[in-house]
Structures are given as structure tokens and as C-alpha cells.
């Protein structure tokens, strides 16, 4: 099949056909055109976008804000497998510094108390894994860690450092603890329908963790200045959703899921800065975990 664009009819969280257009302007816009030569380093098959257009919707049911033209699958299987600069985005990983160690290490530690067993019975899955970084950190901490990653390169990577890849997920039940979902959902043409693919696969007490880029005050600005290159959370092709938390709540209550607090986890020596993060954590930002209802 070719390359082409498909319009979602239904907002991706709560189903509404009925959307207001905020932006629209074609792929063949100058500015949208450099963004897009340089941002894939002259990857991208312009002549694929030539004639589509970047077109930014809001609910009018839920609010949701969404791209409303996106890649079909083999437009997405091109654009994160030949357009996306692979051995960028290792490196990226590679030469990362410490401070990303310690967030993991952090959220490990948050894990391991979600659950009354040691961490060689917590069963864990982190779901779109990339290079399996964050799976060899859980693996180091003693869980149980499968890793599901679409891209062979990146399963091949991710295999070779000790990783269990996965490249579907097992049958409906009680396979999972824990879920970790980081700076996926962005991407994902139907969110509803694949979390209720794992809810369905967590364990009655588990808890799945969704992290995705925060799009407060995305439709204030579209309004005032139209696109720029600097709104991440709407960037074209790939941040096709545009979640705030509250729409990010909304999402998980249609898949069975509810908002979940994990313990406090605080440090004496940065006692002010952890209570900020934690704060934010808890009520601002589109880091959330949940738990079945």
C-alpha cells in the first residue's frame, strides 16, 4: 500500500465526530516545509506531503486537541523507521548524563513500593521501549521486565543488552504489574483503543504509568501566533495528540482506569524541591499513573 494521509473522523479520547479547526495550513507552507527539512536532516519525502495539510482540531465534546490528518501505517512505519535519524537518537541516549540515571532510579524506587512482593515477582512491561534504556535499569533493580518495541533496530539494541523483547502483547489477563508507557501515547493514531489493550493485560492491583508531552496553553497560542517550530507538544507528523492531564485522566477512564498517588518520595537534603515536584507530579503535569477502577 502507499503512503498516503487518513483524516480521523472521531476525537481520540472520547469518540465526538464534532471538531473545531484551531490551525490549518499545508505541508507546502515555507515555514512548515524548513521545519520539517531540517528537523529530519532531508530525511523526509516532501512529495509524500505535498499535497496534505497540517490540520490542528479541538473537541467539541471533551476539548481533546488532536492532528486530524495523519500517516496511515505505512506512512508511520517510513516516517520512524527511515525519517527519524536513528543513530541520533542512540546517541542521544548514549551520552546522556546522569541526571537521567537518577530519574530512573527514582521511579524504580516508586515502583518497588507500589507492591507488597519483592521485585523478582513484580512483573514489568514497558510498552514502546525504544532503545530499552529505562528496561535495563528495572532489570538492574531485580524486576521481571519485558520490553515491546515495533522497530528492529531498536528491539535488536534493546535484545543486546540483556533486554526480553517482545514484539506483541500476550493474550488478555494477568500478565503485568506494572506498565510504563514514556512519550508514547503522543504518537498513537487510536490511544483509547491501546489502552484498553493494556489495561486488559494488567494484573488486578497494577498500575500503568503515561508519560507524554504537556499541551497547556497550545490553543491559547495557536490562536495568538499560529504554529511554531517551539510547540513540541503538537509537533507535525508525530505529536498527532495533544494532552493535558485532564485530558490524559479522560483517556484512561474510557480504557477502565483511574488516577492512582504513588507514595511520597521525598529527600531531606532537597526537601523544598521534591515537594515542588511533587506537587506538579500529582496535579499539573502529564506524567500520571493509574490503576484499574
Known sequence: MAIRFET??????????RAATLYQAPFSDPALKQFIGSFYQDRADLSVLKDAAYRVVKCRSCGFIYQANVLNDEGMTVLYGDWVNAEASLQKKQNARAKLYRQYAGQMQTVSRLFPIIPGQVKVLEFGMGWGFWSRMAQAFGFRVEGLE??????EYASSLGVKVIDKLPEAGSHYHFIYANQVFEHLSNPLETLQQLQSRLTPDGVIYLRVPDGRGIEKTLAQSGWSSDLDAIHPLEHINCFTRD???????????VVFQPPLRLCLGSLWGGIKREYADRFLTTHVFFKNR
Do not use: D, T
Not at 8 to 17: A, F, K, L, S, W
Not at 150 to 155: H, K, Q, Y
Open 150 to 155: 515495533l522497530s528492529p533496530e531498536r528491539a
Open 8 to 17: 480521523r473522523e472521531h476525537c481520540p479520547v472520547c469518540g465526538n465526530i
Open 247 to 257: 485530558s490524559l485522566c479522560q483517556l484512561a477512564l474510557g480504557a477502565g482506569l
